[in-house]
């Protein structure tokens, strides 16, 4: 007799938290706490005028990218539309002061409320353990991930020292110690796309900053947009560097769990294809609505054992190996990580 829906999702979901899992935030994670999305972005970025320094061909191009930004989407425009050095640092510069501001909200939220976070209760339970690292990989800007540990009065590190300004990290991880021999445990955040807090000063320095409504003054942010410049500035620091860390927590993975990730990043997804692909690894995505991407590699077969969770107005949808086509399960909101740990979580 073939496993029950509910049942399966069970058996996956106490798996792959068993097996301590590397933990994969996409923009759904983000989109939960009201963090605009790439649409949004794009919608703003439609509403500025270019700026009034620039050249005749600077701005013939911005023109050019704004006719074609309203016909596709952000990352298109920026690919076919090649802008100037001055102008991407623009759109970085407007993409901070649009998004940025709905992070500090959510810090601020945090400070209220150190339970909103479902993500720290996931934190506490896999630290029960013997285990003093968690590795969480996002190409998220935002630092809901960071927030999440210091609500579970735990360390976080990204790549930075710590202190007001965090110099980055080149030699060995700084460790911080309760008493003289325990590790402090430890949530890596390995953010491979850069953060609200990175910044750069002018001759070039990554380094990080207290968290601010507003961008300091003399730096430039440290994030990638999407675009032709992505391929580029992931291979400079501290890009390079982070990447390095998270392909390391990647590969040697026992299982993934992946929150509102749409499997839109050649970056992770090819590790993640190379890692499932004929090994015995559960995988499991929560969100809200399952991308057509992301349905394309867990279809494929390459990930052998996979679980994906979706909302349905009467409960949820899930996919497996055992059920590709997708089965409802009535009255169940296990698309939400919250819902999702309560098969895990007492």
Sequence with gaps: MSEKPQDLVCKLAQECIGKSPVI?????????????????????????????????????????????????DLETALNEVR?????????????????????????????????????????????YSTQKEIHVVTPNYDRLAEYAADAGKLVHYTGFNYGHIRTRVTNNKPRIFYGKNTPARTVNVWKVHGSFDWFRDRDGIVFGLPIGKQRPANVAPVIVTPGIEKFRLTHEEPFHSIKTEADRALQSADAYLCIGYGFNDSHLQTTLVERCRGNDIPLVLLTREISSTAKAFLVSGKCSKYLAIEEMDTGCRVFSAEFPAGVEIAKKSFWQLSEFLKLVIS
């Design 24 to 72: 994969i935030l996409g923009s759904g994670a983000s989109a939960a706490y009201g963090i605009p999305g790439m649409p949004q972005l794009k919608d703003y970025l439609l509403g500025l005028s270019c700026p009034t320094s620039i050249t005749l061909e600077e701005k013939k191009r911005w023109n050019e990218f704004h006719a074609r930004l309203k016909t596709t």
């Design 83 to 127: 802008l100037s050095e001055c102008l991407t640092a623009f759109v970085v510069e407007s993409t901070w002061d649009f998004l940025a501001p709905f992070d500090y909200k959510v810090f601020e939220e945090t400070i209220l409320r150190v339970d909103m976070f479902p993500l720290t209760k996931l934190f506490l339970h896999l630290f």
